[in-house]
């Protein structure tokens, strides 16, 4: 039966994407060998790695504008304190919209002075703070550009001329937009671009080397920069299938085409909330997510009859984070919109049952 995969990550992959990546294991490209057991060294693998690079800089619209594009391990937990390690000098504001950016301050607080310049846990994190005051005197401003957990998206990024750095980790490549407003971008792959195991970091160059601190070479951008993202050895099978994943998605028509079908995939589903008094949406409208759909069933008693029938239709990850409860689509690029018409399908029905 046919699996309709709507988890929170790691995420669903395209199946060519998959195909290619299970040949690849078998034997890379007629090599005779493996791609899991050839040298990151080889020839074979450094155009792997040149070429995934190569991919994000040129899908996100930066190539030849002082960026670099880094693939590396730790999740994008570890760029919490990454980020602050290389760029937070005396002080850094951050924008608290949930649990990832929650965690990415208390790391940053290790490293020097945090200030919250903006906050929505008052409303258990169901919106997107707007209007706040930037002060000018801040190394950098992070922010956290969707919230997996809370089904929360910034749909316009602050002016300012502050660096901005931003997790992207589960909204990467979904969305157009001006990249180069960034001056730190990091995703962790398993979101929105690949497998579990390695990190999307884009960096402009000319934002480092302005701490006086010392940086341990693992956690130190300008080292991974200058080793060609190969200072140490790689997640060769995570860097691979998000080689093909981007490739995929260029094919594709790029972000611009991958947007137009999120578009269509969340009008559906939030539509379908709006309209069916069986559902509530957990996220304020205007803030809602088109990768992460929350809501709740507002009659108990049809919890049970809902679960059984996404069930028998092969709906996969649709629960809730325990911080929130009640349900949690999650429509990343790879998800079909036919995967979609089927839980709006059953959640219609639902109703009739009502």
């Not at 299938?241 to 995929?248: D, F, K």
């Not at 992460?292 to 996969?316: H, Q, R, V, Y």
Request: glycine content about 8%; charged content about 20%.
């Amino acid at each position: 039966m046919k699996k309709h995969n709507f988890s929170a990550g790691p995420c669903i992959l395209p199946k060519e994407v998959m195909q290619k990546a299970a040949e690849a294991v078998v034997e890379l490209d007629g090599i005779g060998l493996s791609l899991i057991e050839i040298s990151h060294r080889s020839k074979e693998f450094v155009a792997i790695m040149e070429n995934a690079r190569a991919l994000a800089l040129e899908l996100l619209g930066l190539e030849g504008k002082g960026y670099q594009a880094l693939f590396l391990q730790g999740g994008a937990s570890t760029q919490f304190l990454m980020a602050a390690f290389n760029l937070l000098d005396k002080k850094a504001g951050y924008v608290n919209t949930g649990t990832w950016s929650q965690k990415s301050i208390k790391e940053a607080k290790l490293i020097g002075e945090i200030i919250e310049v903006a906050s929505s846990q008052d409303q258990n994190f169901n919106y997107i703070p707007k209007g706040y005051a930037i002060p000018s005197d801040l190394d950098y401003l992070h922010l956290t550009s969707n919230n997996t957990i809370f089904g929360t998206q910034i749909k316009k990024f602050p002016k300012t001329d502050v660096p901005l750095v931003c997790d992207m980790s589960s909204d990467i490549f979904s969305r157009q937009m001006d990249f180069s407003k960034f001056d730190l971008i990091y995703a962790g792959a398993q979101k929105n671009m690949g497998p579990a195991g390695t990190t999307l970091v884009v960096i402009k160059e000319n934002i480092l080397g302005k701490v006086s601190r010392q940086i341990p070479s693992m956690l130190d951008y300008k080292v991974h920069v200058s080793k060609d993202s190969m200072f140490n050895t790689p997640p060769v099978f995570a860097v691979y299938v998000s080689m093909l994943t981007m490739q995929w998605l260029k094919d594709l028509g790029g972000i611009a085409a991958i947007e137009e079908i999120n578009e269509r995939k969340a009008n559906l589903i939030y539509s379908e909330i709006e309209l069916n008094p069986v559902f509530s949406g957990f996220a304020a409208k205007e803030d809602r997510s088109i990768m992460n759909a929350t809501f709740n069933i507002t009659d108990d008693s049809l919890k049970e009859i809902f679960d059984e029938k996404c069930k028998e239709a092969g709906i996969n990850g649709i629960n809730g984070h325990r911080s929130v409860g009640g349900y949690r689509a999650s429509m990343y690029n790879a998800l079909p919109l036919e995967s979609v018409g089927v839980l709006v399908d059953i959640m219609s029905d639902l109703e009739k049952k009502g």
